[in-house]
């Protein structure tokens, strides 16, 4: 299953994007990568693998390299303005992929992976591949700490190649009603067919179950009508409500399993706005994932303390002033790629600085407040998926380094506002930099 698998999925993917990269919806954000962008994502993968090969495990290196190229090539890939569908595919393929590395280098390939196209998207716009590869990753990663079946391991790979046939379905018939049929009925049968081969019951009602909130929320936020914020509100009750439902049912495993029939539904259909809402589930899994790698942190979370707080405000934040970035890069052409791969940067330095700062009350916070920045996205009337797959990658980085930084987290206080200190002013100085990048051409324009 291990070779075979992989290469079914990278076959069902290349199918998709061939019949579906022509298709272009009013509801997707897509944008063709340029060689500059590329060069910008090569750059920064660069200073990954530097920070990785400096303080990550020595037999972790190869595979955490492997998932971050892995990732960037998915969040940047195919060219042409593809369809929101297609950019789907390609990130549920390289999911799949990680699958090929040995088995003891799996889990490490798989969360580069998450953060590599988080923050690949930054710059490429390949915003669907990274939600999508981060569903499967999160489902896989479960079912390999469960306890239960070797195969749980593939469960949301198996999923993931029911999206992808679904998707070539679709394209192939080309008519509205019965490509909501088949999106909705393939995950489904996916889900259904894992609890009765894996004899787990909890799996196959809690994947149904995110299919069938994922529905919901699509006639709920449809594009054809304006999004009210009462509208918003009941979706994210939504999103709390699967989380809530497959936890009781099957805990991390389960809302897992809810998130990716979710949202593998709704990128079947397009809808961005109704993704926007899995904002909360999406905090809610990469919290418990974050929970289960490290069991230490148990423990941590607590809203009263102020270094959560902090945490979640930044979280919930951050990620709203990359897309507001991102509307003036697109103007700014070479300056915004420039700005761009600056703020990505930004981003992916700030978690293992938070890590050290604010200790594991302040990650566990900033991981959650990441969720719900595309909820705020929802309310303001955006439908920019880059406030949910930023925040994936940088929870991903969480993921990755947090176990690095561990012995850090022992600073002393001066230690600890030393490094804050020139830390934080370097970032202030890029962030500058970026700001600068993104007006100057515009102001010229106007002249």
């Known amino acids: 299953m291990s070779i075979a698998l992989p290469l079914l999925g990278v076959f069902l993917a ?17 944008r063709s990568p340029d060689w500059l962008s590329i060069a910008a994502v090569g750059i920064l993968l660069a200073v990954m693998l530097a920070f990785a ?96 079946s070797e195969h749980l391991s593939y469960a949301g790979s198996l999923v993931a190649i029911a999206l992808l046939l679904s998707s070539v379905m679709q394209a192939l018939l080309k008519k509205r009603q019965v490509e909501i049929v088949i999106a909705f009925v393939l995950p489904l049968l996916a889900f259904l067919f894992l609890g009765f081969w894996l004899k787990d019951q909890p799996l196959a009602a809690t994947g149904a179950l995110g299919v069938v909130g994922g529905a919901v929320l699509a006639a709920l936020l449809s594009a054809s009508v304006p999004v009210r914020p009462l509208d918003a509100g009941i979706g994210a009750l939504i999103s709390v409500g699967l989380a809530t439902a497959a936890f009781a049912l099957d805990r991390g495993t389960g809302m897992a399993a809810a998130l990716l029939g979710a ?78 791969g600056l703020l990505a940067l930004v981003a992916m330095g700030l978690s293992p600085i938070l890590t050290v700062f604010l200790g594991p009350t302040g990650a566990v916070g900033f991981i959650v407040g990441l969720g719900f920045a595309g909820m705020f996205e929802l309310v303001r009337q955006g439908t920019s998926l880059l406030a949910l797959s930023a925040g994936t990658g940088m929870a991903g980085v969480m993921l990755v380094t947090y176990g690095w930084l561990s012995k850090s987290l022992d600073l002393t206080r001066n230690e600890k506002i030393w490094i804050l200190g020139w830390s934080a002013g370097a970032m202030l100085l890029i962030a500058l930099l970026s700001a600068f990048l993104l007006r100057a051409e515009p102001l010229k324009e106007r002249k």
């Not at 022509?22 to 897509?30: C, K, M």
């Not at 892995?70 to 297609?86: E, K, M, N, V």
């Not at 941590?300 to 919930?316: E, S």
């Open 14 to 30: 290349a199918l998709a994007v061939y019949f579906t990269s022509r298709e272009r919806s009013d509801q997707a954000e897509i």
């Open 53 to 148: 090969s400096r303080y990550g495990p020595e037999l972790d290196r190869p595979w955490l390299a492997a998932g971050g190229l892995l990732g960037a090539i998915a969040a940047t890939i195919p060219f042409g303005a593809p369809s929101l569908r297609a950019s789907a595919c390609v990130g549920l393929a390289a999911a799949i992929l990680a699958h090929l590395v040995p088995a003891q280098g799996v889990p490490a390939c798989q969360l580069a992976l998450v953060a590599g196209a988080g923050l690949a998207a930054i710059l490429t716009g390949g915003y669907a591949a990274a939600l999508g590869a981060t569903a499967v990753v999160a489902l896989d990663r479960f079912g390999s700490m469960s306890g239960g």
């Open 263 to 340: 949202l593998g539904f709704l990128l079947l259909r397009g809808n961005t706005r109704a993704i926007l809402a899995l904002g909360p589930l999406f905090a809610l899994v990469l919290f418990r994932l974050f929970q289960n790698i490290y069991p230490e942190t148990s423990r941590a979370f607590d809203i009263g303390q102020h270094y959560a707080l902090i945490g979640l405000i930044l979280g919930a934040i951050l990620p709203l002033i990359l897309v507001d970035s991102f509307a003036f890069a697109e103007q700014a052409k070479a300056k915004g790629v420039g700005a761009l």
